[in-house]
């Protein structure tokens, strides 16, 4: 008897919720509306727009943060490695220049060869600090993040670049030496020196950080790095320090190629960002 | 929070149409309410961002009203004029299935006031959350959730009339 009126109870309540259900898909057809005609067009609109409403959202928290402390927020997240490196290249170049026995004429050749090869891992600092979020396999998750990954890579790399131009510049001083007779020799000719190892790393790692993603990247970098400050040190043999003076010309002009060359790959890098973000955003 | 427009449109569009009847305008508003939504407001919770669209949707479909209230009825499309008729002639899946249930729903329907056929479009069609309507409303949610189950009733009464 009870087993009867259970079933009954049950078949009501079935028989009701059937009835909801028709009822409640009935209302959506009542209460329909023409397909809209120009949806996707907004949507494809409004996806776009919204991207730069969140590009001036992280301006507003720039604004709001400060944009001198929120680079300086920075310098704790660059690895310690990075900064322990540029220390070493540092030290290195000092100890290059203060060695005993490196005046003369001949010697200075070695200094600003010595000082040159060491350019090739300054020039790494950037390339492993622009290359981390890829290596590390976070450059997603970093972009929903409060700050962009293209703030902070922008900042990080800001930091960085200041830094290696402030060594150069103190490389360059310690390159130009003196030719052992109490004159001081050209820090054009030094800085150039220099500065043309520098720039061919950076523009060659940033060309591979950009082909190549994940850790491969970096030991790539560091293998292209290791060649051209080898190749560097073994110079002096064929092409001493003075003659540099002929062609000083070539030299500025190599530098400028590079220098152009390396802005370019910075700016492909950047945007490459800027394309994942906009993927990322309209997937 | 970010908010999806995608997942919106159909919604405040219909919510719009049902208000206006008219396919046009019904679209422009719902494209207005969503871009007057990002670049006024910025809500934190799925509710909030519910309650602002539907509120602006809601202002601008009175405004529409408004200014298109002295244009003669022929002067109408032929789609609003037919518009308390909806899925005649495009309503997707149900376009179909003109059944009798259908009609005596429609007819059930007709037979509320706007505003009930308004809560029981954002309660059972948009499936707004209560507490969202209370706050599009303007009431307590108690005092939604009354009416919803008085039109609602209501509608039941008007089917079983028409014998369904």
Partial sequence: MEGKSWKKKWQRNRIRNRKKKVLKEELQCAFAAPKPQRREAFLQLLSERSLGTEQSLETDRLLKTGLPSFVLSQVMYISKGIWWLSAAVFAAACLLAASPGMAGDRNQNQVIWGISALAPLLAMTVIAESGRSQSFRMAELEMATRFSLRSVALARLGILGLENLGMLILLAFMGRGGDGAGQDGS??????????????????????VRRFRGREAVYYCFGMAACISILVFMTPGHMRYPEQERNLLWWAAAAFALGVGTVKQYVRL?????????GSYNS | MPMDPGEQYDRIYRYCYFKLHDRELAEDITQETFLRYLERY???????ILRCLYTIAGHLCVDAYRKHRDVPLSALSAERVEGSLPGREETGACEAEQTVSRLAVRAALNGLQEEEKELLLLRYVNEVPLQTIAKILGISRFAAYRRIVNASGKLKENLRREGF
């Fill in chain 1, 187 to 208: 820090i054009v000719q030094a800085g150039l020196g220099i500065l043309l190892p520098y720039l061919l790393t950076s523009f060659l790692g940033l060309w591979i």
């Fill in chain 1, 270 to 278: 950047v945007g490459e960002t800027a394309e994942l973000v906009c």
């Fill in chain 2, 42 to 48: 910025r809500c934190d919770s799925a509710q909030e």
